[in-house]
Nanobody
């Protein structure tokens, strides 16, 4: 059974930083690409960042490029999203996503609120 569990969200002031984590069971991040998405209230879920399985190639949405960094620790089967210079528009629930044998899996999400 595949399970993705996100953590690390919280309330932070504009300009602050947070690091999100996504731990997987039943699925190996060394063999599957992993993505972060986010969903703000009343908005559709949107892509934030991704990291490939084998060579750690990363990709980012233009809105976060240069501020967010995705990385992973295969030994811990964990993917991270380091978020710096946070803005109010980054407020959303952040979700971890991965596919295995064509089936997508999502975590439950972690809330990030950027507010003074």
């Amino acid at each position: 059974q595949v399970q993705l569990v996100e953590s690390g969200g919280g309330l932070v002031q504009p300009g602050g930083s947070l690091r999100l984590s996504c731990v997987a069971s039943g699925l190996s991040f060394s063999r599957n690409a992993v993505y972060w998405y986010r969903q703000a209230p009343g908005e559709e879920r949107e892509f934030v960042a991704g990291i490939s399985a084998l060579n750690n190639y990363t990709t980012y949405d233009a809105s976060v490029r240069g501020r967010f960094t995705i990385s992973k620790d295969n030994a811990k089967n964990t993917v991270y999203l380091q978020m710096n210079s946070l803005k109010s528009e980054d407020t959303a629930v952040y979700f971890c996503n991965a596919r295995q044998l064509g089936t997508p899996y999502w975590g439950q999400g972690t809330q990030v609120t950027v507010s003074s």
